[in-house]
């Protein structure tokens, strides 16, 4: 049965639609999640904490085993709204229940255009993770950052040991692109191209040729170029990694999926992690693992659980007297992809966004082909990866990387953090225009920041400080970026669809009008956002290296039966998005630890 009231809650801009019934009836066609169990067993062989990307993917590798158990915790919903499967729409669900809500701490070099110099910090709590509120966007990274991985000690994870788990996950739907020998058919993870394309896309392009840009499919042999974009959709609807890893498995009787499940903490034995205690229907809980547990809480809920549990830096744990179990450096080695951007208006002949998505042709369009507006990844429509320095030809690993989207006054309004004094003298007088961002995002951040603890309560927010520009390169690289936006949007080609920069000044920029190098350091300084790309806080490396939390295994050093399986683990920040980075570690992990796994041959021939 379809809830319509339900799905009606969510601010959409569908929920008034006389369209809505049908639209939900064409929806749910597609599982977007599994049927979650309602009852569990004492123990089991295998404890899984997270169902994101990372958690859902593993869960349902281990239990391809039929010889062992496993129990996949997830703190948030057990079913996402059917509307969240709509992919132009995903930033709708900010703020809501599929939302853990959290914030940065106050920031020292940058946010002074936000409230409380404050960061808004979206981050997925539903099985799927943030695989249901993100932008899905297929993009593994480049070569060298895994090479760099293997060279900085995670032995094990090059490029050339990693290459063959894109493949596996990845059920690429256009020939155009698996030919190329670079994608994968019949994997989980259902990858198209989407079928939409913006009036502003192709002078995008085109004034990106113009600057010497190659189109390029960034996943194959070379990652620099204007990206012809694929999104991880399945006919035309997000495909999460709940969708595409857990719907299949559900049904399995050695995998048991438990929503709304708190985890608060792991419980050890002599140095040895032998279950979690956790909050479910109201009552505390207690889990054995035979085996091991295996945290994918996600870059800031990983950090948060394992300090809880007593894996930490020494001091920080003595501060909250939590017993320690282990001394490292949990929390650290903290980094994020963050972003300024510059808007600009359209022709007013194109509709701006919310009008598109409330148009009832363009409803119909998406319910019969799956097309349109509502079928754009949340309107981003174009990408670019770039160099901020000049460098030959050949050398391909970019600096930053542009994302061209289109944007309802909703998003500068209330999902950036501005004060409101700011945003009104900045979009105030372009609300009800055809808005359009440029974004201007580093991929090679050499800041760090840091996760930890504000309290023991498992239920407040971490203190979440990414310490943005604390390397002053970083806020250079950006704006290289920002004056590359600033070029494509005053091109020739861009004169086709009217685009102009707003004439509105950021307040307290004043002074820097004429001079784009200042004026955009000082518009960085005002205000930036996360592209939740986090990773980093549980580092994987030589266990003999002190900035390291987990081997090359995945293994927490000094503590036997427990392993840290999300982007946490990853030493170096992906040079893109990182979702499906993400879930690469996952299938690799999966097959690591099979390999301790040996089910008698007669299992599997039931």
Known sequence: ????????????????????????????????????????????????????????????????????????????????????????????????????????????????????????????KALGGSSILNAMLYVRGNKKNYDDWAAQGATGWSYRDVFPYFIKMEDNRDPRYYVNGYHGVGGPLTIETPRYEAEVKPPIREAAQQLGL????????????????????????????????????????NLDILAEAHVRKVIFRSRRAVGVQFDFQNTRCVVRARREVIMSAGTTNTAQLLMLSGIGPREHLEKFKIPVVADLPVGNNFQDHCASIIPFTLDPQIPPVKQRLE????????????????????????????????????????????????????VPEMQVGFKPEIYKAIFGPYENSTMVVCFSQILKPKSRGTVRLKSTNPYDSPAIDPNYFENPQDLKTIVEGLKTCQKIITSEPMKKVGAKPFETVAPGCEPFVGDLDKYFTCLTKGSVLTLSHQVGTAKMGNPRDPTTVVDPLLRVKGIKGLRVVDASIMPIVPTGNTNVPTIMVAEKAADIIKET?????YEYLY
């Open 1 to 124: 049965m379809i809830d319509i009231a339900a799905e009606r809650a969510y601010p959409t801009p569908f929920a008034n639609s006389p369209l809505l019934p049908l639209l939900l009836v064409s929806l749910a066609t597609q599982r977007n999640a599994p049927i979650p169990a309602t009852t569990f067993s004492d123990e089991y062989d295998y404890i899984i904490v997270g169902a994101g990307s990372a958690g859902s993917t593993l869960a349902s590798r281990l239990s391809e085993e039929p010889c062992v158990s496993v129990l996949l915790l997830e703190a948030g919903t057990a079913k996402p709204p059917l509307l969240n499967d709509i992919p132009g729409i995903g930033r709708n669900f900010w703020f809501t229940n599929l939302d853990w809500q959290f914030k940065t701490v106050p920031q020292k070099h940058t946010g002074e255009a936000l409230v409380n110099r404050q960061v808004i910090w979206p981050s997925g």
């Open 214 to 253: 190659r189109v390029v499919d960034s996943n194959d042999g070379r990652q620099t170029g204007y990206y012809e974009l694929q999104t991880t959709y399945r006919n035309g609807q997000r495909c999460s990694a709940a969708k595409a890893y857990l719907v299949p498995a559900e049904n399995r009787t």
């Open 359 to 410: 148009n009832p042709a363009n409803i119909k369009e998406y319910i019969i082909n799956r097309s349109g507006p509502l079928a754009a990844s949340e309107f981003v429509n174009s990408i670019l990866f770039m160099n901020a320095r000049p460098v030959a030809p050949d050398v391909d690993f970019p600096d930053y990387q542009l994302y061209f989207v289109e944007i309802p006054k909703e």
């Open 597 to 601: 796994i040996q089910c008698p041959y």
